[in-house]
């Protein structure tokens, strides 16, 4: 069966210093792969999508930046936090599927920054 | 343009009652997907049910079904027999398009939070 692992649960960063979130799928192949972003009490706001290795998608312009060295792995870096990349991050990964494609999601990082 | 709407910020439920909880979305792709997401306080993402635009009938998922009014465009999630353990927040998704290696661009709604009452 396929798992999807992200970490850490929890993180707490200053301002200024970088970031490092890795995710990581296990069970399937060349999944297309997800960060989501949640602020507190919000819905779920898409930053970055990766249909295969080395191929990255940005959803919003920010600080932010993606890569996927491997199939099954996704890494959600940045060189410089601000207090506004504060929220909850979410990592997922889905099969094509025309249409009928669901996500499946990590258990989430909660990241404040100081 | 916001393209999935939720305008129900909170909603309370009886245990054992039913509730609906509203989704309207705005698309100009005849093709198309919708999708119910829970999300309890730990925070993790829980598929609930999917509805495609060209599907006849209304999805169910055993307690779950998706009201599904095309014209309207709205994807209204009705819970039967309502249990302490759905509160959580809902949310309502679209995907757009047809086509493969779009990637998982499902926009989300803001979320309606449920709260089941013993």
């Known amino acids: 069966s396929q798992t999807i692992h992200q970490w850490p649960a929890t993180l707490v960063q200053p301002v200024g210093s970088p970031l490092s979130l890795e995710c990581t799928v296990e069970?399937?192949?060349?999944?297309?792969l997800y960060w989501y972003r949640q602020a507190a009490g919000r819905g779920l706001q898409l930053l970055f999508y990766s249909v295969g290795i080395g191929q990255i998608s940005s959803e919003v312009p920010q600080n932010l930046s993606a890569s996927r060295p491997q199939d099954r792995q996704f890494i959600l870096s940045s060189k410089k936090l601000l207090l506004s990349d504060s929220g909850f991050y979410l990592c997922?990964?889905?099969?094509?599927?025309?249409?009928?494609?669901?996500?499946?999601f990590g258990s989430g990082t909660q990241l404040s920054v100081l | 343009a916001q393209k999935i709407t939720q305008t129900q910020p909170g909603m309370f439920v009886q245990e054992k009652e039913a509730v609906t909880l509203d989704c309207t979305y705005d698309t100009s792709d005849p093709s198309y997907g919708l999708f119910w997401y829970k999300q309890p306080s730990s925070g993790e993402m829980i598929f609930l049910i999917y509805?495609?635009?060209?599907?006849?009938q209304n999805a169910t998922e055993g307690r779950y079904s998706l009201n599904f009014q095309k014209a309207r465009k709205s994807a209204n999630l009705v819970i039967s027999a309502s249990q302490l353990g759905d509160s959580a927040m809902y949310f309502c998704a679209m995907r757009e398009g047809s086509y493969y290696n779009q990637g998982g661009k499902l926009i989300f709604g803001q979320g309606t939070e449920l709260s089941v009452k013993p």
């Open positions: 069970g399937t192949s060349n999944p297309n």
């Open positions: 997922a990964w889905s099969v094509d599927q025309p249409r009928r494609e669901k996500l499946f």
């Open positions: 509805q495609g635009s060209y599907d006849q």
